[in-house]
């Protein structure tokens, strides 16, 4: 069966670390993947796509790789701070409809 | 940049009453939107795929007949829950994309809903 499964439902870290979130997948082969942000009782806010010919893609502190051998995609968020402290979600495009399967997130504390 | 619009953001019905929710897309033309659900502390379902001018693809295990999805223009899609029920209390997110923006898809600020 097809499964979206990101590592331990919570992630506590310190301040000023680097925080590595990963997402695995089975039985997609996905177009793209999309990590989003969301915090509590709001919508899911788009962070970065990678696409499946990309291995790494950056955006300020944050940077996503892609591995579609080992079918996993890592999101780091480097020089942590209390802001980050959210729930990331990844998400498969596995269509060209932009269909989005999302997987189970991970909720991130940054303590200071 | 895009912005994906939903209303209301909370609405608390009486079981067995219906309930309307907008998604708007306000700058950019929208072919299709989403509608997802989502239950406290668990991940966005999917629950329809909206197209304009068309029917709505329902996931398996969702009621066509108690979730009325109307796509009537290309920046509004509306989700009717029909004879609600507390089960069905939940938040429902409306998602968007725009051709002009590649493949970003953009999220509406979801919408609460209550049945008592």
């Not at chain 1, 729930?87 to 997130?105: Q, S």
């Not at chain 2, 938040?91 to 994309?97: D, G, V």
Request: proline share 4%; net charge positive; with cysteine.
């Amino acid at each position: 069966s097809q499964k979206i499964e990101q590592n331990s439902e919570a992630l506590n870290i310190q301040e000023g670390k680097t925080a590595t979130l990963t997402c695995n997948y089975t039985n997609y082969s996905p177009a793209y993947l999309q990590w989003y942000r969301q915090d509590p009782g709001r919508g899911p806010v788009f962070l970065l796509l990678i696409r499946e010919n990309e291995k790494e893609k950056r955006k300020e502190r944050l940077k996503v790789t892609f591995d579609t051998t080992l079918k996993q995609s890592l999101f780091h968020i480097t020089a942590s701070q209390p802001a980050d402290s959210a729930t990331y979600l990844c998400a498969l495009v596995h269509n060209a409809g932009n269909m989005l399967t999302f997987g189970g997130g991970t909720r991130l504390m940054v303590k200071p | 940049g895009a912005v994906v619009s939903q209303h209301p953001s909370r609405v608390i019905c009486k079981s067995g009453t219906s309930v309307k929710i907008e998604c708007r897309s306000l700058d950019f033309q929208a072919t299709t939107m989403f509608w997802y659900r989502q239950f406290p502390k668990q991940s966005l379902m999917l629950m329809a795929t909206s197209n304009e001018g068309s029917k709505a693809t329902y996931e398996q295990g969702v009621e066509k007949d108690k979730f009325l999805i109307n796509h009537a223009s290309l920046t509004l899609s509306t989700l009717t829950v029909t004879s609600a029920h507390p089960e069905d209390s939940s938040f429902y997110i409306c998602s968007a994309s725009s051709s002009s923006s590649g493949n970003t898809i953009y999220f509406g600020e979801g919408s609460w809903l209550t049945v008592v």
